[in-house]
Structures are given as C-alpha cells and as structure tokens.
C-alpha cells in the first residue's frame, strides 16, 4: 500500500469525443481510492503535459475509439522532452493487435481492450503508478 493515494489522468487526446468508456473507467480508478483527473474529449498534448506537471500525475489513461492511439508516440516523446519520462502511460479502446507491438515499443505500458476487467485496469494501473514513484525518486536523487 501507498502512502498516499494514486495519481492518474484520464483523457482523450486527438478528434474523437466518445468518452463513455473513459468515464467508466475513471470511475472505476475512483472507486478504488485513486485520485483520478478526468478531462473532456479533444485534448490537445500540450494541454495534457501541462496537467501532469499541474497534478503531480503518474499515470495517464488515454481513450482510443477512432485511431487516436496513433498519437500516443508524440505523447511519450512529449513527456521525455518535459522530463517526465517517469510517467506510465495506459491506453484503453479500440486498438488492432497488430499495432500492440508498436505501441508497446514506444513506451505504453498497458493496452486494454473491450471487456477488460476492472479488477484488472485498477490493479495494472496501481503497479504503475508505484513504478512512476519509484522512478521519479530515481530521477530526483541523480539531480
């Protein structure tokens, strides 16, 4: 257990405004004691940096109906260039198995699908938010 509770952004990010599922799954983030930040579809990542950095977030959750996950790769290399690169990022929706690979390769740690369990979001999502911790005291005890 944490000393204080998880830390997680909920957002859409790109052209597609069905957040049904965000919502559900940022209320199941809540339910289990998380701090959840949700935010309307067609986010900008410029707008989303600023969050994390606003919110001391440490896992974002991105929606992904309409081929938004095409954006996720400008999203990590926003967040290295922030110096964020400690934040996780989990993306949930509708995305082909042939792009998990690719995805997976530029930083996501978790894809979930339709009919994921929220036993199994809420229990991924802790784990990362504890590797983001550990990683940012890593970061700030090298500066």
């Known amino acids: 257990m944490s000393d ?3 830390r997680v952004l909920v957002t859409k990010i790109g052209f597609d405004g069905h957040d ?3 919502r559900v799954v940022a209320s ?4 289990a004691g998380m701090e959840v930040i949700y935010t309307p ?4 990542i410029d707008a989303v940096i600023n969050l994390v ?8 959750g991105v929606s992904s109906l309409a081929t938004d996950h095409l954006i996720l790769p400008d999203l990590m290399s926003a967040l290295s260039d922030a110096d964020l ?3 996780q990022v989990v993306v949930g929706g509708i995305i082909p198995a042939p792009e998990h690979a690719a995805l997976r390769k530029v930083g996501i740690s978790g894809i979930f699908g339709p009919g994921t369990a929220s ?3 809420v229990a991924r999502v802790h784990e990362l938010a504890l590797k983001a911790r550990s990683e940012r005291g ?3 005890e090298t500066t």
């Open 138 to 140: 890593s970061l700030m």
């Open 53 to 60: 950095i606003e919110e001391d977030i440490e896992v974002i």
């Open 85 to 87: 690169g400690h934040v």
């Open 119 to 121: 036993e199994e979001i």
């Open 41 to 44: 579809p067609w986010q900008e």
């Open 4 to 6: 204080y509770p998880e």
């Open 20 to 22: 049904r599922g965000s």
């Open 28 to 31: 199941y983030l809540r339910d």
